[in-house]
């Protein structure tokens, strides 16, 4: 025997589950709790522990994600006993209330809604009031006394299982209403009659008969079954695949399905429906954040339909249902001891909570409700670090607006998801995917978002709307991408065809630029300024935590004293990756680097070199001295030589213009850098002459460069500082290759120190493991290396046979969708394949030289995925751009954090 909770007052009651002969498939309320969200998915399995710990909830039983998962491998089809299974709960659910689905006297209406196990807001679909008809509309109006309230639930279920399950287009219905509401007079759907919502149920019935060819099926039971299985199909709608994708949720979860007694916002003023967050999900603040609407039904308020109104003003209309709410905030957050997402709705002035779900928050929040519970003794360090999400922090790194430089702005509306972003304006999601995917700054505008235009959210700078609220479609959305989103702007004006926006006098099209600041919910005209982040004492206080925890060393990328700065600032313990080569491409330098490769002799090509010598050891100083006391990985020139010589064919068709129009000067000269362009160029650059190939056929060019590094070193040095000096030799596949680079380099550095008269300096050399020989016969070539870098980019291109630039622009989008690949290989490291041959590279490596530093300095460095890889290969640092380095700080203390927990099971 179990409990059940009254679905009127919240008291448990005794019921008796129900066992099917077969697999379960479907489970009471009472039957559940939190610790069963893969089974009852993340909404089914809270809605069952507010049962049990006694929250009032609405009465109900799920269906779970078992049974989604089985019908999907199944082609669609459900398990043989699925639906009866569901029949006997729902006669179980109708004898627990005294109603009846579908009856004329008493009827039972259900909501069904799905439930994934991870959070997906918005992305899947609900059908509400289902079990209603003409009888039971009359009953529910006689019941209630309020035929309004039994209308406008008749016509939002035709509306939404139109749409829903009969996939009749949802604008058609939205113009039904707003013509109804125009020829009445009204701006709002709470200002129609309950025979104007009696004629709208008629027109909505039309509307599903002309566009689906038959009526709609009356049987509540057979209205049912349909509804689950849209909610299962939805799981594999557009808008949720894309969701899935954007957040690395698997494909093969499936959805449950919440079957739940009404309960109704939409019976008049003492009604109301609403969203509500422990703290704000915005800054982290512990506050109570929402919105509600009075005499509205759940979707209202997140469909940004009707502006909400903020929550403390609960207090004052339903004062008793606002204290209830209150407690059960409190209640909710000591249980699950974080910040909670919950839906409410009041009906008649009582209290029921619909869902309650770990609230997604935005960067800034994480940090600062994690610190501030662990200041509050509620949680320890380590859950805290747990609950944040690596790749989130970057929303902390991107630039905000400078206010105090502002002019005036255009409008203002709600400051939904905190940051700035400046784009031109786009009016569809499709644009908005089309555009910000080709790298073009966009910002979408909408009148109000829906799940549908999540493509769009993604590719856009930022959201604008016209309607919405704090919870809202686009605000929880943009949210969780860590997207500027301002909504309900309420002097907004969207003309879609025109393609243009008006606020007040100012009209603005599809060419123009806007700057929207979500942290304060101002719009502006124009591209603004904005300032570069601010590192906050919470984002300082976790990441030492992270330190703490962490074995895996983070170093940076950096190319310039400025790049090694702001590395150190954000964490850095050193640079992992100096490229020389970008050093090459200034304005001031690029002639210079080109007379050297233009150089017929070995004179004049040391001529140019000289000329270049100072320039790079300027920049290697400003590296040095910005990382005093921290190793710096400074790679010889890699890229093959035509690279800083003009393109090839651009040079061809400059020949043949002068041929006709240059001096015979011009034409000369123009010819001779044709034929050394041409002898330079090679069918396949990637694999040609470049790397270690480039210092053997060309060794006054590395002698240059150790020269410049060994100088600036000691000039550091003389001014007080400590720098830590590590040459790498790129692209090595044979161990005489890094012996012979090594020979130049040392040769070099030592007559540097010499002519110095300085012997004590230390440095390092090293090489990237690049090409899969060098990770096979590691062995070898650590007999010449003082470290190795895995250079994981060019790993992934050899290993796997795949050009990046070419990956990427053709198969490999067709290669993740069909799911060949589950992610891409120059994003997140190929573990079975690439992850291999580093494993491989290290332990060879270590055999030769226990003493060996190994680390990686791909882009794969800043991704928490191929970190947690990198951890368990043994890797002692990971190396990454700048910016990546909290996320890598942070990833690298999860790992073991997760090592810990396994070792404790």
């Known amino acids: 025997?179990?409990?059940?909770?009254?679905?009127?007052?919240?008291?448990?009651?005794?019921?008796?589950?129900?066992?099917?002969?077969?697999?379960?498939?479907?489970?009471?309320?009472?039957?559940?709790?939190?610790?069963?969200?893969?089974?009852?998915?993340?909404?089914?399995?809270?809605?069952?522990?507010?049962?049990?710990?006694?929250?009032?909830?609405?009465?109900?039983?799920?269906?779970?994600?078992?049974?989604?998962?089985?019908?999907?491998?199944?082609?669609?089809?459900?398990?043989?006993?699925?639906?009866?299974?569901?029949?006997?709960?729902?006669?179980?659910?109708?004898?627990?209330?005294?109603?009846?689905?579908?009856?004329?006297?008493?009827?039972?209406?259900?909501?069904?809604?799905?439930?994934?196990?991870?959070?997906?807001?918005?992305?899947?679909?609900?059908?509400?009031?289902?079990g209603i008809s003409d009888e039971a509309a009359d009953s529910l109006a006689a019941e209630s006394g309020d035929p309004r309230f039994a209308w406008d639930c008749y016509r939002r279920f035709v509306q939404m299982y139109g749409e829903v399950v009969e996939g009749v287009p949802g604008q058609v219905f939205e113009d039904e209403l707003t013509a109804l509401k125009e020829r009445r007079g009204v701006a709002q759907d709470t200002d129609l009659t309950a025979d104007d919502l009696r004629e709208l149920v008629a027109t909505f019935r039309s509307v599903a008969r002309r566009s689906t060819g038959h009526d709609l099926p009356t049987d509540p039971r057979e209205q049912l079954r349909r509804s689950v299985d849209a909610v299962f199909g939805s799981w594999n709608s557009p808008r949720a695949q894309v969701y899935r994708r954007l957040n690395d949720i698997p494909d093969d979860l499936g959805t449950a399905v919440n079957v739940m007694q009404m309960v109704f916002g939409n019976k008049g003023d003492s009604s109301a429906t609403g969203v509500c967050f422990t703290r704000n999900p915005a800054t982290g603040a512990k506050e109570r954040y929402g919105e509600f609407l009075l005499d509205a039904q759940g979707e209202d308020v997140v469909a940004g339909i009707r502006?909400?109104?903020?929550?403390?003003?609960?207090?004052?209309?339903?004062?008793?249902?606002?204290?209830?709410l209150m407690a059960a905030m409190d209640l909710l957050e000591h249980h699950y001891k974080d910040m909670q997402d919950i839906e409410f709705t009041v009906e008649d002035g009582t209290l029921y909570l619909l869902q309650v779900r770990t609230g997604k928050r935005t960067a800034a929040a994480a940090l600062k409700v994690a610190r501030d519970l662990v200041a509050e003794g509620a949680i320890d360090k380590e859950t805290a670090l747990r609950r944040i999400d690596p790749a989130q922090l970057d929303q902390l790194l991107h630039p905000t607006l400078d206010t105090a430089r502002a002019p005036a702005p255009l409008t203002h509306g709600l400051n939904a998801s905190p940051g700035a972003a400046v784009g031109t304006i786009v009016f569809d999601a499709d644009t908005a995917a089309e555009r910000g995917g080709a790298g073009e700054h966009v910002v979408l505008v909408r009148w109000e978002t829906t799940p549908d235009d999540i493509h769009g959210v993604a590719a856009a700078q930022g959201v604008l709307t016209a309607h919405g609220g704090m919870t809202s479609h686009a605000a929880v959305v943009a949210r969780g991408m860590g997207k500027p989103c301002v909504a309900g702007v309420g002097d907004l004006r969207i003309d879609a065809d025109a393609r243009t926006l008006t606020i007040g006098d100012t009209v603005l099209t599809d060419a123009d630029t806007i700057t929207v600041d979500g942290t304060t919910g101002l719009v502006y005209a124009g591209a603004l300024p904005l300032m570069p982040p601010q590192i906050t004492d919470d984002f300082q206080a976790v990441l030492g935590w992270a330190d703490d925890v962490r074995r895996l060393g983070v170093r940076a990328n950096a190319d310039t004293g400025e790049d090694a700065a702001k590395a150190r600032e954000l964490g850095a313990e050193g640079v992992g990756l100096c490229r020389t080569e970008h050093m090459f491409m200034a304005t001031d330098r690029l002639p210079v680097v080109r007379r050297m490769i233009m150089a017929d002799s070995t004179a004049s090509r040391q001529a140019a070199l000289d000329e270049l010598l100072p320039m790079q050891q300027a920049d290697f100083e400003d590296i040095f001295t910005a990382m005093t006391g921290l190793p710096v990985a400074v790679r010889l020139i890699d890229p093959p030589l035509h690279e800083f010589l003009p393109d090839l064919v651009e040079q061809s068709l400059l020949v043949q213009r002068l041929e006709t129009d240059g001096t015979p000067g011009e034409l000369e000269s123009a010819r001779a850098l044709l034929a050394r362009i041409t002898r330079l160029s090679e069918t396949n650059p990637m694999l040609g002459t470049r790397g270690v190939r480039l210092s053997l056929l060309y060794p006054e060019i590395a002698v240059m460069q150790t020269r410049a590094i060994i100088r600036a070193a000691l000039a550091v040095r003389e001014r007080g500082l400590d720098p830590r000096v590590e040459i790498m030799v790129p692209l090595v596949g044979f161990a005489e290759e890094l012996r012979s680079a090594r020979e130049i380099v040392v040769a070099t550095a030592d007559d540097e120190l010499d002519r110095a008269g300085e012997p004590e300096l230390d440095y390092r050399v090293g090489t990237m493991i690049e090409l899969p020989r060098a990770a096979l016969t590691a062995d070898r070539i650590a007999e010449h290396a003082d470290f190795f870098s895995f250079g994981t980019n060019d790993l992934t291109q050899t290993a796997i046979g795949i050009s990046r630039d070419d990956a990427e622009e053709s198969f490999l989008a067709a290669y993740l969708e069909a799911g060949i690949v589950s992610a891409d290989p120059f994003a997140s490291l190929d573990v079975e394949g690439v992850g291999e041959l580093v494993r491989i590279g290290v332990e060879r490596g270590l055999r030769t030289r226990?003493?060996?530093?190994?680390?990686?300095?791909?882009?794969?460095?800043?991704?928490?995925?191929?970190?947690?890889?990198?951890?368990?290969?043994?890797?002692?640092?990971?190396?990454?751009?700048p910016y990546r380095v909290p996320i890598a700080r942070l990833a690298a203390a999860l790992v073991r954090l997760d090592d810990a927990v396994r070792d404790e099971k």
Request: aromatic share 4%.
């Open 850 to 881: 226990p003493d060996l530093e190994t680390g990686v300095c791909g882009e794969h460095g800043g991704d928490p995925a191929s970190i947690a890889a990198f951890d368990g290969l043994g890797l002692d640092y990971v190396s990454c751009s």
């Open 1 to 130: 025997m179990t409990t059940q909770a009254d679905s009127r007052t919240g008291a448990l009651t005794p019921t008796t589950p129900i066992e099917p002969a077969g697999e379960r498939y479907v489970y009471d309320l009472s039957e559940g709790n939190a610790g069963m969200s893969a089974l009852l998915g993340g909404k089914g399995a809270g809605v069952a522990e507010m049962t049990r710990i006694g929250v009032p909830v609405p009465d109900g039983f799920t269906v779970t994600t078992s049974a989604c998962v089985a019908t999907m491998r199944n082609g669609g089809t459900w398990p043989e006993e699925l639906w009866d299974e569901i029949q006997a709960h729902l006669d179980a659910l109708e004898r627990r209330t005294g109603r009846t689905l579908g009856a004329a006297e008493r009827p039972l209406l259900v909501s069904v809604r799905s439930g994934a196990v991870r959070s997906m807001p918005g992305m899947m679909d609900t059908i509400l009031n289902l």
């Open 307 to 324: 502006t909400p109104r903020p929550l403390p003003e609960l207090e004052s209309v339903l004062p008793d249902a606002y204290a209830r």
